[in-house]
């Protein structure tokens, strides 16, 4: 838990509450956490997906990992500790975006289950939706879409990597668990959108 140094400060309640912003919206709000290794598809799958749900009508919203770390987290490296507080920070950020009756998108490595499982504690029940997109090392490997396996490989890059040299916890009971190695991402995306109906996120 990260450390209260801000003295003499109050929380406020909103006068509009969640639920009152989420009738505006038509439509319920809740945190898809994408999940997996450096190449999984995470961004691309969430991007689809967020697309898919626009054209539905649905208020989303896509935290990107790097887009995130040249702004809001542009102090933190990639230390056990600045991952830590990356995803806590974007836990923060997306519990606001839920408050506000938007559907947030993370796309994030994400590689320690404790800080997934301290997002999930921030939320109310059902708001945080694991979704692990499970691609092998190998696939992963393969794609290389930013060429940082090559890079790690090659030893040009000498910082720890995940899933080389620096631990990735799967999720053990995601909501959602998606075939990274077989499938296509509008396949992958189709999933997503299935979970979203058929456990009464969206009505149509």
Known sequence: MAEQKATDVTWHDHTVTKPERQKLMGHKSAVLWFTGLSGAGKSTVANTVDHMLHQKGIHTFVLDGDNIRMGLNKNLGFSAEDRTENIRRIGEVSKLFSSAGVFVLTAFISPYRADRDKVREILEPGEFIEVFV????????????????????S??????????????????????????????????????????????????
């Open 134 to 153: 499970n691609a092998s090392l190998e696939t992963c490997e393969k794609r290389d879409p930013k060429g940082l396996y090559k890079k790690k490989r």
């Open 155 to 204: 030893g040009e890059m000498k910082a720890p990597f995940t899933g080389i040299d620096d631990p990735y916890e799967a999720p053990l009971q995601p909501e959602i668990t998606l075939d990274g190695d077989n499938k296509t991402i509008d396949e992958l995306a189709e999933d997503v959108i299935a979970y979203l109906k058929n456990n009464g996120y969206l009505t149509a």
